[in-house]
């Protein structure tokens, strides 16, 4: 469970999105024709902004509402989580639970939430910070499992499987996106739904600096092993390079944000502060 202290942060920010309002943190921002009139009050929760509170109704019943419009009811965020092998790996599976608890919690203040696994598995859509323990919950139980899970079919099958509402909608992918399989197939999946994505690509230490000398490597999608000297590591070391510089420019040609988050810290709120950190150097997290 991300700390009280990582809360009251969060509180003070909002997700980056071509479909999220960088003035308000949580107004869409309108496109042509759409409405932006009031629709319906919810009870005062904290950190809401205090402009919406409506406080003439406060005044009548001595409770604070907050006033909804109705194009915030149309952004819909999604967070989608690599459970491949490969994320068992350095970590990478504990911070990237991480990194979708403090999403969560930052994107169930402002829009419908709803968590998605490599495997198919989904959380119910949600929205309000009442709702946050249940997001909390489904992404504690998120595990690195087998099966037909390697990033691009993952994510393409996310995209064109999952129902989306009407209006905009905000997805971001949080993966290590092993894969030989190039990634286009997945951002033409994503783009063709019309939707804003940012992915978050996570590498341990392991993967862009394996031990020195004589190695056995084990690959844990597909299950071959390969014995590699000091010539190999070097090799490597350039191929991930490659392999990291091609996915980002991929992601950027297609329109979509790209940051790339390292992995740190050893212990639970270690972790946790470096992923608060990560998200704001990759500028997912604005000031409200």
């Not at 919810?42 to 205090?50: I, N, T």
């Not at 909804?68 to 970590?91: F, K």
């Not at 992404?139 to 009407?166: E, Y």
Request: aromatic share 8%; charged share 25%.
């Amino acid at each position: 469970m991300i700390s009280a202290r990582s809360r009251a942060l969060l509180d003070r920010y909002a997700l980056a999105s071509h479909v999220l309002s960088r003035e308000t943190g949580e107004r869409m921002a309108t496109e042509a024709g759409q409405s932006v009139e009031f629709h319906d009050y919810r009870p005062y929760q904290r950190g809401d902004e205090l402009r919406y509170v409506d406080w003439k109704v406060y005044a009548r019943t001595g409770r604070l509402y907050t006033r909804l419009y109705q194009a915030e009811r149309t952004i819909n965020v999604h967070l989608v989580i690599d459970t491949s092998p490969s994320m068992a790996l350095g970590d990478k599976l504990r911070y990237g639970r991480l990194v979708a608890q403090l999403l969560s919690y930052v994107a169930q203040r402002d829009a419908v939430c709803q968590v998605h696994l490599f495997d198919g598995k989904a959380s119910p859509l949600a929205w309000g910070r009442a709702a946050v323990p249940m997001a909390w919950s489904f992404i504690a139980g998120a595990a690195a499992v087998g099966g037909d899970q390697a990033p691009v079919a993952a994510i393409k099958r996310f995209a064109l499987k999952t129902r989306f509402a009407a209006g905009a909608g905000l997805v971001i992918i949080i993966s290590d996106l092993f894969d030989e399989t190039p990634l286009r197939p997945a951002l033409t999946a994503l783009k063709a739904r019309g939707l804003d994505a940012s992915f978050l690509q996570l590498v341990a230490a392991s993967d862009l600096e394996p031990t020195e000398g004589q190695l056995e490597l084990f690959d844990v999608e597909s299950g071959d092993k390969l014995q590699v000297g000091p010539d190999e590591v070097r090799a490597y070391r350039q191929a991930v390079q490659r392999f990291l510089a091609r996915t980002r420019n991929a992601v950027l040609r297609a329109g979509f944000r790209y940051s790339l988050l390292r992995v740190a810290g050893e212990d639970e709120a270690g972790l946790e502060r470096a992923a608060f950190a990560a998200l704001l150097r990759a500028g997912i997290l604005i000031r409200r």
